[in-house]
């Protein structure tokens, strides 16, 4: 019965996004609103149907320019956030050329960087800064890679740059850096352990396939999303110490939703 729903599940996500994406191109295209609404209509059409049930805590900050800073487990996090509020994507540079994800990616307004390539830091964080002064939420996964889900890895600032370019490029007196703590918390209404956290996690040594598979062979998993405070970047502030507030910040907020009571 899960391979049935699996086939059922993807021809639905085929068709949806048949539809959907020649829309989206053209919004894209011609800088229609549409473009940013749309993404955030389909990943929760895409969310209901692989049974991500997601949970919200705090709220996404309404000031712009916006950075949000979030840890990295999965790919499923792009689903979850995705499905909160309008937003766009930080993501490496190989993912533009993966099969299905790179296209969805593209069609997200995703902005691809080459981390290793730290020649070319300053043009990446201007091009991010350029969409923030453009008024989108830019999610940035400061860990530069996925975790298994149970903690965090030391955040990397260099594209927290982007905060300052965006100030240089705009009239706003401040950047909003709002810290989100994304956490896999259940399984067909049972708590997610240690052990078994990787069930949703996806750690770069995995493959991608399998894992995929397993996650919707479940089809009932809940998310908890975190908003933390928003901090202020000005002109005056130091990258490295927002980078060191924003990781303590991601921190807590993972600790409180892996070891809360199970909802109710």
């Not at 900050?61 to 995705?82: E, F, K, Y």
């Amino acid at each position: 019965m899960a391979w049935l729903r699996i086939a059922a599940l993807l021809v639905v996500l085929a068709g949806a996004s048949a539809v959907v994406a020649p829309v989206q191109v053209l919004a894209i295209r011609f800088g229609w609103p549409l473009g940013r609404r749309l993404p955030l209509l389909w990943h929760r059409i895409v969310c209901r149907l692989v049974g991500l049930r997601i949970v919200v805590k705090g709220r996404p900050c309404t000031d712009r320019p916006l950075l949000l800073v979030a840890n990295h487990q999965s790919w499923a996090d792009i689903l979850a956030l995705g499905a909160v509020t309008e937003l766009s994507f930080i993501a490496k540079a190989e993912v533009r050329s993966w099969p299905i994800f790179g296209w969805l990616a593209r069609l997200q307004r995703t902005v691809f960087v080459a981390r290793e390539e730290r020649g070319r830091t300053a043009e990446q964080a201007d091009a991010i800064a350029d969409r923030l002064s453009a008024g989108d939420a830019m999610v940035l996964f400061a860990e530069g890679t996925t975790s298994d889900g149970n903690g965090i890895l030391p955040f990397k600032t260099a594209l927290f740059g982007a905060a300052q370019a965006a100030l240089r490029r705009s009239q706003a007196d401040s950047v909003a850096v709002q810290p989100v703590a994304v956490a896999y918390t259940k399984v067909h209404g049972l708590p997610l352990g240690r052990y078994f956290r990787p069930l949703a996690a996806w750690p770069g040594d995995v493959a991608l396939g399998p894992h995929l598979l397993a996650f919707l062979k479940e089809g009932a998993i809940d998310v908890e999303v975190s908003f933390g405070e928003p901090l202020s970047f000005t002109r005056t502030s130091d990258r490295k110490a927002l980078g060191r507030r924003t990781e303590a910040a991601v921190r807590n907020l993972l600790a409180e939703s892996l070891l809360a009571r199970p909802h109710a």
